[in-house]
């Protein structure tokens, strides 16, 4: 992340607790289990928390980190282990019991009654009240004031929280921890749904928190993130505790290998050979528009390339993906595959033209939570997989488990039920519902949102293997890089207006900040947007 | 940080939505029209719709249904059914009239147990769904099937018919019969106290939901239970008391209808739970819980009283009520929907 160079929040607030201090941590747990059936999510893990640090949590995908988070925010008892708060033994049965000892969390899958409004939600458990009655307008008002402190005074308290995106949503989330006053706030991949300016927002609070006093507990996928605001860092794995109390700075490679006992080399992709056939157009959107959403969209994406889409969140790359695979009816403009213009707003018709969408949301419109993984792979593909209306099982369950074991789901069971995962897992199935099934276009949105280095890297591989194999590629995602790094072309998009339409090597991550953020990058860069879009 | 205060995201930058949209977003707008629709159909139609004592007809109707909507509406926005709310009326009333009638009790003792039996079975009701984590649409099934039997067996069992009578000649008949079941003059027009009753619960109800902690919690566990349990809503307990709510609701319909009708049938009440939920979604209540009004079930009943009165003023045959309902609730429905895509359209 560029900005990072001069954050002000690169001051760690960790560093500054005295030897006193150090001496006695605000929370310290030991040999915490917790077993689920057939899976032991927690097997001895130890963690320790100082005053005013933020404590990194590291682990990959099921190592068991949510798990430990729901220990300590009373919503999961264990089985064994101690918790001690500030040196005396704590018994966390309920979430109240945390809320009440001061430990706010913020879980991993957005956890508001999406029917209440903003104010509602933030104090909800705590209402403002006076005898019994809700004393709203006091609750309005200090919704707003926390809306403001976390720079997003646009959104009003009286808002349906169900109405907004997914980073307004993490904000009231936020706001909601930081109206418990908590001495301890736990905040399980807050950025994983955040774009870059509202991630630098969110760690400017995380560092204010801290040098209040307030110790933070926090879990990324992002490693860079970790250097950025972290403190000291406990490693997780199959739910022990590998490594605790390392300081922050510890390099990259050290912590990975420490997560998955082996060797990942680059975070991001590496540019390969570009597999794109110019002469083969297979997506074609023209002047693709929803009013309010984006404007004038158009892009070729031709067999093997890899488009990728950049932006911040709210600028309306989801809205065009869905608009594309046929899930909204667009106002004006064409989708076509192969030359074949689509039905606008038919899902089954882009289906059939082979487009496939790997949605952002995975728990509302990607799973079915209550099926087992592999029912959940090959539920696009139902067709191949049954002859007369009988679907053949056996084969199901080993195509899906070959994707699930590419993409390494774990535990590597497919007969669980997607449910029971942890969230990394969850999106790898949504992605392999699409790999099985095979299409000609597919877009993917954020595909690694929550998803840890090793398996992201799988991931890549995945997509590159789809392009050599002809496929379309489009993808949406709010790390610059990886945009970059996996994509041949990239499109810049702010407040749904197509910015830049440029080869992926002739950008710099720097540059797609700057239109992303400014509008307008060097003017040679508009030049040759201009020209790219002519 | 000065990057995030220049580029917010886009689509939370809508300005405030004008009086015309904010109207369109409460839940009960739909039941609304349709109760105004329905008003000006039958006072044009017929001639006795408008008159004082056609006024208190289908208010009277649509009080006792009210009274049982509004509590169904607070249950069905806190994400519950309750099956058993019909025969509760029955039950209730076969309670008070039994132990008066045949146990010579005096009529406001017999109205206590029969009001501590209610209260029993509600919470009988919620802790069984909390507990078992069941669908509240099987477990009140079995409680109304569980209150059908016993309404007829016991009744049958004590009195050797399938009804309980003479309630007129027991003690303390006429104190209570003032408080449940008196008429008032107003304008020259006897009303029934049922009415006073209705929009008293009404009132109280909307008040809770609207105004008060409790209220945010009834919205709170019907959008999304767990998410509330995790912020500490006691989830359990508000439930509970919702289903002892409906069943206290089914107690004061049921001492109305005994202390008026002086009688009770064993076999009353069945199929009364389905109407109860017709009024409440007519009045904006979601299936799926979590979006609903108290006054919109009010509303919702106010139209079942009107319609099946109005029919009966306008001298059609009372068969046509039914076609008349299915197609009130679909129009509600479809009207309370369309808005709602409208208002989420504009909010966006
Ligand atoms: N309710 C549950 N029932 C059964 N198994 C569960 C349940 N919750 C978690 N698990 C299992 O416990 C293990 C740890 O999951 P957890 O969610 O803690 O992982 P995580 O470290 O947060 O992973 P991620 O990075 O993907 O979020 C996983 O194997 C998961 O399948
Ligand atoms: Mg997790």
Redesign the pocket.
């Known amino acids: 992340m560029t900005a990072g160079a001069d954050d002000p929040v690169l001051a760690h607030p960790g560093q500054d607790v005295g030897p006193d201090d150090l001496g006695q941590p605000l929370l310290r747990m030991t040999g915490i289990v917790k077993e689920?059936?057939?899976?032991r999510?927690?097997d001895g893990v130890e963690l320790s928390v100082l005053p005013g640090e933020v404590h990194c949590l590291l682990?990959?995908?099921?190592?068991?980190?949510?798990?430990?988070i729901?220990v300590l925010a009373g919503a999961h008892r264990p089985d064994h282990g101690e918790i001690l708060w500030r040196g005396e033994p704590a018994v966390l049965a309920s979430p109240v019991a945390a809320l009440r000892l001061g430990i706010a969390t913020m879980y991993?899958e957005l956890d508001l009654v999406p029917g209440l409004s903003v104010a509602e939600n933030v104090f909800l458990g705590h209402e403002r009240s006076r005898f019994g009655f809700s004393r709203r307008g006091a609750a309005r008002a200090e919704a707003a004031a926390l809306m403001r402190r976390l720079g997003h005074a646009e959104i009003p308290p009286e808002r349906e929280v169900g109405l907004l995106s997914a980073a307004g949503q993490q904000l009231v989330s936020m706001a909601r921890a930081l109206a418990h006053d908590a001495r301890l706030i736990v905040m399980?991949?807050p950025t994983a749904a955040l774009a870059s300016d509202e991630v630098d927002n969110l760690f400017r609070i995380v560092g204010e928190l801290a040098a209040d006093g307030v110790s933070v507990v926090y879990?990324s996928?992002r490693l860079e993130e970790i250097r950025r605001i972290g403190s000291r860092v406990t490693v997780?794995k199959d739910?022990r505790t590998v490594a605790s109390g390392l300081p922050a700075g510890t390099p990259t490679g050290e912590l990975v290998n420490l997560m998955s006992g082996r060797q990942v080399s680059t975070v991001f992709p590496v540019r390969e050979e570009s597999a794109a056939d110019e002469r083969v157009e297979v997506l074609k959107v023209e002047g693709l528009t929803r009013a309010g959403e984006f404007a004038d969209v158009s892009f070729t994406v031709h067999a093997g390339e890899v488009l990728g889409i950049a932006g911040l969140v709210g600028a309306g790359r989801s809205e065009i993906l869905e608009t594309v695979f046929g899930a909204r009816r667009p106002d004006a403009g064409t989708v076509s595959v192969d030359g074949v213009r689509l039905k606008p707003g038919s899902v089954s018709a882009a289906v059939k033209a082979g487009i496939g969408l790997a949605p952002e949301e995975r728990k509302s419109q990607g799973l079915l939570l209550d099926l087992p993984v592999a029912h959940n792979v090959t539920l696009a593909s139902l067709g191949t997989y049954s002859t007369a209306g009988f679907t053949d099982r056996a084969r199901e369950m080993a195509d899906s488990r070959a994707v699930l074991e590419k993409l390494e789901l774990?535990?590597a069971d497919p007969r669980?039920l997607v449910?029971?995962?942890?969230?990394?897992?969850?999106?790898k199935a949504v992605v392999a519902r699409w790999l099985v099934r095979g299409c000609r276009v597919l877009l993917l949105d954020e595909p690694t949102r929550?998803?840890?280095v090793g398996a992201r890297a799988e991931l890549y591989r995945l997509v590159h293997e789809l392009a050599a194999d002809g496929v379309a590629v489009v993808l949406v995602s709010s790390e610059v890089p990886e945009v970059l790094g996996l994509a041949d072309r990239v499109l810049v998009l702010r407040e749904g207006e197509v910015l830049a339409d440029r080869p992926a090597a002739e950008l710099t991550e720097a540059d797609v900040l700057d239109i992303v953020m400014e509008g307008s990058a060097a003017t040679e860069l508009a030049g040759v947007a201009e020209e790219a879009s002519s | 940080m000065s990057v995030a205060a220049q580029a917010p995201p886009a689509d939370e930058r809508v300005g405030k939505p004008g009086v015309l949209d904010r109207l369109v977003v409460r839940p009960e707008i739909g039941s609304l029209l349709g109760a105004l629709l329905v008003f000006l159909f039958f006072s044009v139609v017929t001639e006795q719709f408008l008159s004082p004592g056609g006024v208190a007809t289908w208010l009277d109707d649509a009080s006792t249904l009210g009274i049982m909507a509004v509590a169904v509406s607070l249950l069905m926005i806190g994400g519950e059914f309750d099956l058993s709310a019909g025969v509760m009326t029955a039950s209730t009333a076969l309670v008070t009239a039994i132990l008066s009638t045949q146990l010579g009790w005096n009529v406001w003792l017999a109205l206590l147990v029969s009001l501590l039996f209610a209260l029993g079975v509600g919470a009988l009701n919620g802790w069984l769904v909390m507990r078992t984590g069941l669908p509240s649409f099987i477990v009140t099934l079995g409680t109304f099937l569980a209150l059908q039997g016993l309404n007829l067996g016991i009744t049958r069992a004590v009195t050797g018919t399938v009804q309980v009578s003479g309630m007129r000649s027991t003690d303390g008949y006429s104190s209570a019969g003032f408080l449940f079941a008196s008429t008032f003059t107003f304008g020259g027009t006897s009303f029934y106290i049922s009415i006073v009753w209705w929009i008293l619960f009404t009132v109280v109800a909307s008040t809770v939901l609207v105004r008060t902690r409790f209220g945010n919690w009834i919205f709170a566990v019907g959008g999304s239970a767990l998410s509330s349990r995790a912020v500490g809503v006691p989830v359990m307990r508000t439930k509970i008391f919702l289903f002892m709510t409906t069943a206290f609701a089914a107690w004061l319909v049921g001492s109305i209808n005994i202390l008026r009708f002086t009688s009770v049938q064993a076999n009353q009440g069945i199929g009364l739970e389905f109407q109860f939920i017709i009024a409440a979604v007519i009045g904006g209540c979601l299936l799926t819980g979590g979006f609903g009004s108290a006054v919109g079930a009010a509303i919702g009943a106010l139209i079942f009283g009107m319609a099946r009165q109005g029919i009966v003023y306008a001298n059609w045959n009372s068969d046509w009520f039914q076609l008349f309902l299915g197609v009130m609730l679909l129009s509600a429905v479809l009207v309370n929907n369309a808005l709602r895509r409208r208002a989420e359209r504009v909010r966006r």
């Open positions: 689920f059936p057939g899976v999510a927690l682990g990959q995908n099921g190592a068991g980190k949510s798990t430990l729901k991993q399980d991949e879990i996928h997780l739910g774990r535990p669980r449910g029971t995962f942890s969230g990394g897992n969850q999106q929550g998803v840890d």
